[in-house]
């Protein structure tokens, strides 16, 4: 996957900064291989858990920075697992300040202390030299704005989701989901001041740190003012109220990017498939696939048990990726242990457990997609052209289970839904033919993700030019 952009802009020196679990730092990683093949500098800072994935990719400056997300959904699944509320408002607590204090922190260290040689050296970099361009995704756009008010450099922003001021998704989604356009417009400036109250603090007292004066209002003014390219990394036909509002405007839709080829082969995820899940899914009919990505399941052993028995009764073959801990398949309630593959799942040939996959070439030979809806995961389901179901657990999820509900390409829910009471009837309604037809079509009609790549670079050239 190449981007072919008319013209290149005179080679700059880019940084990323960013925060998030992969389907957050990838679409950048897509972004950084093709800008820095052709040319330009790009130093990339992201969660210290996903450092390697980008370096593997073949980025060639890779610094980590800011809070561990890994860790913290490691303790999160434990956590949350326990039930107990005293535990888990510890542990936002405790990701709330981290996520902020240690990027502040990072930050800092890199680019504002007397000395960064030492970390350079280190971590084989080039050296730490302030940016020409900033791009920044959205936990990391309040420090974006502050350092491109420092740096006086362009900033960019990536977002993989439409959620900002609109008329069809207020703030929050669920209470404003029936409300008029006009009160879901509104909801956007008391969500804006609700994140000041929040951040505020912590976004000020990095401000000093860089010697600017306090800020007294949400950062997003600073967007507004300088007509800061947002880049929607998601496709318009998904949202096509909100890409006809904002037409015209620095909110730009571009589509759903995707690791070239080559980096998904230096990540060992090639094209080929691993040959005991090929073999797998062509001695079957096409399964349901299965997915949860990184985000904590507080009982997955249950969240199994229903998803398999449900697919059984209806003679549906599983396939589930990142479950590979659950053997025993065919017992009422799946018991831990740690084994991939189909191995030790009885007597049966329905259900294969493995870890991450590469889900362009895994999806289009099942029949549907259960998933937690996450931008990368639900791009990957709809481009695949079978029906997606999505069991949302928080942050942009439940607004993209709207959307694919709103489309009639799938069902949209909660992960509290899924349950032996209901999964079955959705599985029932995800598989009619009316809503496998609309996948379909709409998988067609879908930005290519080169296309899409090649919009983007265009976009982040022509603002550093």
Same mark, same amino acid.
């Given at each position: 996957?190449?981007?072919?952009?008319?013209?290149?802009?005179?080679?700059?020196?880019?940084?990323?900064?960013?925060?998030?679990?992969?389907?957050?730092?990838?679409?950048?990683?897509? $972004?950084?291989?093709?800008?820095?093949?052709?040319?330009?500098?790009?130093?990339?800072?992201?969660?210290?858990?996903?450092?390697?994935?980008?370096?593997?990719?073949?980025?060639?400056?890779?610094?980590?920075?800011?809070?561990?997300?890994?860790?913290?959904?490691?303790?999160?699944?434990?956590?949350?697992?326990?039930?107990?509320?005293?535990?888990?408002?510890?542990?936002?607590?405790?990701?709330?300040?981290?996520?902020?204090?240690?990027?502040?922190?990072?930050?800092?260290?890199?680019?504002?202390?007397?000395?960064?040689?030492?970390?350079?050296?280190?971590?084989?970099?080039?050296? $730490?030299?302030?940016?020409?361009?900033?791009?920044?995704?959205?936990?990391?756009?309040?420090?974006?704005?502050?350092?491109?008010?420092?740096?006086?450099?362009?900033?960019?922003?990536?977002?993989?989701?439409?959620?900002?001021?609109?008329?069809?998704?207020?703030?929050?989604?669920?209470?404003? %989901?029936?409300?008029?356009?006009?009160?879901?417009?509104?909801?956007?400036?008391?969500?804006?001041?609700?994140?000041?109250?929040?951040?505020?603090?912590?976004?000020?007292?990095?401000?000093?740190?860089?010697?600017?004066?306090?800020?007294?209002?949400?950062?997003? %003014?600073?967007?507004?003012?300088?007509?800061?390219?947002?880049?929607?990394?998601?496709?318009?036909?998904?949202?096509?109220?909100?890409?006809?509002?904002?037409?015209?405007?620095?909110?730009?839709?571009?589509?759903?990017?995707? $690791?070239?080829?080559?980096?998904?082969?230096?990540?060992?995820?090639?094209?080929?498939?691993?040959?005991?899940?090929?073999?797998?899914?062509?001695?079957?009919?096409?399964?349901?696939?299965?997915?949860?990505?990184?985000?904590?399941?507080?009982?997955?052993?249950?969240?199994?048990?229903?998803?398999?028995?449900?697919?059984?009764?209806?003679?549906?073959?599983?396939?589930?990726?990142?479950?590979?801990?659950?053997?025993?398949?065919?017992?009422?309630?799946?018991?831990?242990?740690?084994?991939?593959?189909?191995?030790?799942?009885?007597?049966?040939?329905?259900?294969?457990?493995?870890?991450?996959?590469?889900?362009?070439?895994?999806?289009?030979?099942?029949?549907?997609?259960?998933?937690?809806?996450?931008?990368?995961?639900?791009?990957?389901?709809?481009?695949?052209?079978?029906?997606?179901?999505?069991?949302?657990?928080?942050?942009?999820?439940?607004?993209?289970?709207?959307?694919?509900?709103?489309?009639?390409?799938?069902?949209?829910?909660?992960?509290?839904?899924?349950?032996?009471?209901?999964?079955?009837?959705?599985?029932?309604?995800?598989?009619?033919?009316?809503?496998?037809?609309?996948?379909?079509?709409?998988?067609?009609?879908?930005?290519?993700?080169?296309?899409?790549?090649?919009?983007?670079?265009?976009?982040?050239?022509?603002?550093?030019?």
């Amino acid at each position: 996957m190449t981007a072919h952009p008319s013209q290149k802009s005179t080679s700059q020196n880019i940084l990323f900064v960013l925060s998030g679990s992969r389907g957050d730092i990838q679409p950048a990683v897509s $972004l950084g291989l093709e800008l820095q093949k052709r040319g330009h500098t790009v130093t990339f800072l992201c969660t210290p858990s996903l450092t390697t994935f980008a370096r593997t990719a073949g980025l060639q400056s890779v610094l980590p920075a800011g809070i561990n997300i890994g860790d913290v959904t490691d303790r999160a699944r434990s956590t949350l697992a326990s039930k107990n509320p005293i535990a888990i408002a510890k542990l936002a607590a405790h990701f709330l300040k981290h996520s902020v204090d240690d990027l502040h922190q990072d930050l800092t260290n890199y680019y504002f202390s007397h000395d960064n040689t030492q970390c350079s050296a280190d971590m084989d970099h080039p050296g $730490l030299t302030q940016p020409t361009l900033l791009i920044v995704n959205p936990m990391c756009q309040r420090q974006g704005t502050s350092l491109a008010e420092k740096w006086n450099i362009p900033l960019v922003v990536l977002r993989y989701a439409p959620i900002f001021h609109n008329s069809y998704s207020g703030w929050p989604h669920k209470l404003t %989901r029936r409300a008029p356009k006009w009160i879901k417009k509104k909801s956007w400036h008391i969500q804006e001041w609700f994140d000041f109250l929040m951040y505020g603090h912590w976004e000020n007292a990095f401000r000093r740190r860089l010697g600017l004066t306090p800020r007294f209002h949400p950062f997003t %003014r600073y967007l507004r003012d300088n007509s800061v390219p947002q880049l929607q990394l998601c496709d318009p036909k998904v949202v096509p109220d909100i890409a006809a509002e904002w037409a015209g405007t620095n909110k730009i839709f571009v589509g759903y990017l995707d $690791l070239p080829a080559s980096a998904r082969r230096r990540l060992d995820e090639p094209d080929t498939l691993p040959t005991d899940l090929d073999h797998w899914l062509s001695s079957g009919s096409a399964p349901l696939f299965v997915s949860f990505g990184s985000m904590p399941v507080s009982n997955p052993a249950r969240l199994v048990g229903t998803i398999i028995s449900a697919a059984r009764r209806r003679n549906l073959r599983v396939l589930f990726s990142g479950f590979d801990g659950f053997t025993n398949v065919s017992d009422d309630e799946p018991q831990a242990t740690p084994t991939v593959g189909n191995k030790n799942h009885g007597e049966t040939n329905d259900v294969y457990f493995t870890g991450a996959v590469n889900q362009t070439t895994v999806l289009p030979r099942c029949c549907a997609a259960v998933h937690h809806g996450g931008a990368g995961t639900t791009a990957a389901s709809l481009r695949s052209g079978n029906p997606t179901m999505i069991y949302a657990f928080g942050f942009e999820q439940p607004f993209w289970a709207s959307c694919i509900e709103n489309l009639g390409v799938g069902v949209g829910s909660s992960l509290s839904h899924l349950t032996d009471e209901h999964f079955g009837d959705d599985l029932d309604r995800a598989l009619s033919s009316p809503v496998r037809d609309a996948a379909q079509a709409f998988a067609a009609e879908m930005t290519s993700p080169d296309q899409a790549l090649s919009t983007a670079i265009r976009l982040i050239e022509n603002e550093a030019s």
